[in-house]
């Protein structure tokens, strides 16, 4: 909350300092100099909070809040001159309602955003299970044979090495070890359910591709990348299993 006060305070400022400035800019543009290191810093300043500005304005907006910036600049102007209209204890009043009131419409999109991202994902897998080659578990688990592998399998307390890629299903992409260029290593039975179910079906070598249900996956969780309710699809290569690599140096 102190937070959202304090960037909304300096949100105002900066909104009133360029409206000060805007019929000296008008008149003339003004050239702007950064070949010192105090002139960078003074512009640092000023661009890092525009940034910050831009998108904390458009997100307000995309929630259904938009702020009047006549009266942003107006209320700097007037605290600026000592003739704020508003005192301290109201305005600190009148911005925790205000990210109250953002932080109940944020909860409530995130709810939207939840069950449609269940209907979507409930249609993508009743469609994808009817295309050739695609199998489903009793679990659910949607899983393709890209390419068959000719070691063993790993149970679910093995450790492993993979190579994979992650995507909604837009096509958008949440994490890739191939764009790292470094495979991953883990506990089969510490990851998502739908991993440690789907990589037991493999033979060290394959590469399948895994459409998992939400409730495999990340649940209702939203993971910022991974919203709410998401069905996952992922490319998997299994490299290699932990104790086979023991085996081998043996």
């Known amino acids: 909350m102190k937070q959202t006060i304090k960037l909304s305070l300096v949100a105002a400022s900066v909104l009133a300092l360029v409206a000060c400035n805007k019929k000296a800019e008008e008149q003339k543009p003004a050239e702007v100099k950064l070949d010192t290191e105090v002139q960078q810093q003074a512009y640092g300043i000023g661009a890092s909070v525009g940034n910050f500005l831009q998108k904390d304005l458009a997100d307000k907006k995309e929630l259904g809040i938009e702020l009047d910036q006549e009266l942003l600049m107006r209320g700097f102007k007037d605290a600026l001159a000592g003739e704020a209209k508003l005192d301290e204890a ?98 089969l039975n510490q990851v998502i359910a739908g991993w440690t179910e789907g990589l037991q079906l493999m033979n060290t070598g394959a590469k399948y591709k895994f459409t998992i249900p939400a409730e495999l996956a990340y649940g209702t969780r939203n993971l910022g990348k991974i919203p709410a309710n998401s069905t996952l699809v992922f490319e998997v290569e299994l490299l290699g299993i932990e104790d086979e690599a023991e085996e081998a140096a043996e």
């Open 90 to 187: 109201k305005i600190r009043e009148v911005l925790t309602s205000l990210d109250s009131s953002v932080r109940e419409k944020q909860a409530a999109k995130v709810e939207a955003d939840a069950k449609k991202n269940k209907e979507e994902g409930d249609k993508y897998l009743a469609e994808n299970a009817k295309k050739e080659g695609v199998q489903v578990t009793e679990s659910g688990l949607q899983y393709e044979v890209l390419s068959e592998g000719d070691g063993k399998k790993p149970v679910a307390t093995d450790k492993v090495t993979v190579h994979y890629k992650g995507t909604l299903l837009d096509g958008s992409e949440f994490d890739s070890s191939y764009a790292r260029n470094e495979p991953a290593t883990f506990n």
